[in-house]
């Protein structure tokens, strides 16, 4: 069977999908790209945040037409929305034949009749993703309860996969053409701490930069808490060949009032300046991403002008904002103070202007400069490339617009030396070596 595959949502939910597709194509059936090439399709869905839920009910219903018109005649839904609104869903959408719930490949093998192959086979990139790009979850579920998520409703507790099993996955990946692997998970910096026998995310560091020392390969950390990345974590990462300089700490607000409430009590503003300081202490370049929230329950106007103080102070490369969203089911949405969207949109605009501003402050410290570039698309009749380096994690960063006349080629390294810094781009050019 010609199988349509649809990945909503973060890249954790990519690598659940990976795994999903591994499975049906050891089972004989073909992940095809659209659905007018399928006889079946299964959306993995997004349930963190409303505009999430909104996007994977939307995709739901345009392959529900697709079901009652007789374009395909099997219709799974699975994922994260399923963990939260399975009821509702099954209530409204008769015609879906597959509801399973996130990571729950059981259930889609016993849907397919597949209940004889052996689960879980290694994961399949799907069509359109690039292979020297790849994710790789070390990871599952969150022990933090942060008030306004919805994650360890969804996704569980910690935990955590065996360094084993990681290795080998990321020596497939490897060999199978990757040339970047992202570590992904809930807290990365929780790894192992459901294991016990000293298991850390310092120790896997260690294996992995034993294992993959001097290939022209690049890992990349994304989703550390603040309140556990210490020097000690900088430093080992610094001196690592493998593992880039690049960070993806997501602070939320730097508020303490704001942050208890948030039940992120371990994370203090003095704390935070003193870490993202560190780690340029170690590296001027370091590669430094958050992700803030606006318009939490009674943030003032002072608060949130503390936040945009820290920002403009730090200097981070890079910015994720996103307004607050009152998630039913968890603790903040029912609180006091609620912040109507109107201002929430004019905080969330106030933190991207400024941050357009000291991203282009950053960008600007490597014009002349000459960078390793991972190649990603490249047409050489227009003399034109793209590309990314450490600076730069896949989808949620910049890019480096490339000139070239050269046969650079994708998934390759290229020199490349920097012209013009843009606020969220580079522009540069091959250097022949």
Avoid at 299 to 317: C, W
Avoid at 318 to 347: C, H, N, S
Wanted: aromatic residues 6%; proline residues 5%.
């Amino acid at each position: 069977m010609d199988i349509f595959l649809l990945s909503l949502g973060c890249s954790k939910n990519q690598t659940d999908s990976e795994r999903l597709a591994g499975m049906l194509a050891a089972a004989g059936h073909r992940i095809v790209e659209d659905t007018s090439r399928a006889d079946a399709a299964i959306v993995n869905t997004c349930g963190f945040i409303t505009p999430a839920i909104e996007e994977s009910v939307d995709a739901i219903l345009e392959l529900e037409i697709l079901k009652k018109s007789g374009d395909i005649k099997f219709l799974g839904v699975v994922g994260c929305l399923v963990n939260r609104f399975e009821e509702s869903l099954k209530a409204e959408l008769d015609s879906v034949d597959l509801w399973a719930r996130a990571g729950d490949l059981d259930a889609v093998a016993r849907a397919l009749s597949l209940s004889g192959k052996d689960l879980p086979p290694p994961p399949l990139l799907l069509p359109g993703h690039p292979i020297w790009s790849r994710y790789l979850k070390i990871s599952e579920g969150c022990n933090n309860l942060c008030s306004y998520c919805t994650i360890p409703m969804i996704r569980g507790t910690l935990k955590s996969r065996p360094r084993s099993e990681i290795l080998r996955e990321a020596e497939d990946m490897v060999s199978l053409g990757a040339r970047e692997i992202c570590l992904v998970g809930q807290d990365l910096t929780s790894y192992g701490a459901d294991m016990g026998n000293g298991v850390s995310l310092s120790g896997l560091i260690g294996d992995i930069d034993t294992r993959f020392r001097g290939e022209a390969l690049w890992f990349r950390l994304l989703y550390l808490h603040p309140s556990r990345v210490d020097a000690a974590l900088i430093e080992k990462i610094a001196s690592s060949q493998i593992i880039q300089n690049y960070l993806d700490i997501p602070v939320q607000h730097v508020d303490p009032d704001i942050l208890r409430s948030m039940n992120r009590k371990d994370s203090k503003r003095k704390d935070l300046r003193e870490l993202f300081a560190f780690a340029r202490s170690v590296d001027p370049d370091f590669a430094l991403r958050t992700t803030v929230m606006v318009g939490y329950p009674g943030e003032s106007e002072s608060q949130f002008e503390s936040l945009l103080g820290f920002l403009e102070e730090t200097g981070i490369d890079r910015v994720g904002v996103f307004p607050f969203y009152p998630e039913e089911g968890t603790p903040a949405a029912l609180m006091t103070g609620q912040i109507p969207d109107e201002l929430k949109m004019e905080r969330l605009e106030r933190v991207t202007s400024l941050q357009e501003r000291v991203s282009l402050r950053r960008q600007k410290l490597f014009e002349g400069r000459t960078m390793d570039v991972l190649v990603e698309n490249v047409d050489l009749s227009e003399e034109y490339a793209e590309g990314r380096s450490f600076r730069e994690a896949p989808e949620v960063d910049g890019l480096i617009e490339i000139s070239t006349r050269n046969a650079i080629v994708p998934g390759e390294f290229a020199k490349v030396r920097i012209i013009e810094a843009l606020e969220h781009d580079l522009l540069g050019e091959v250097v022949l070596e």
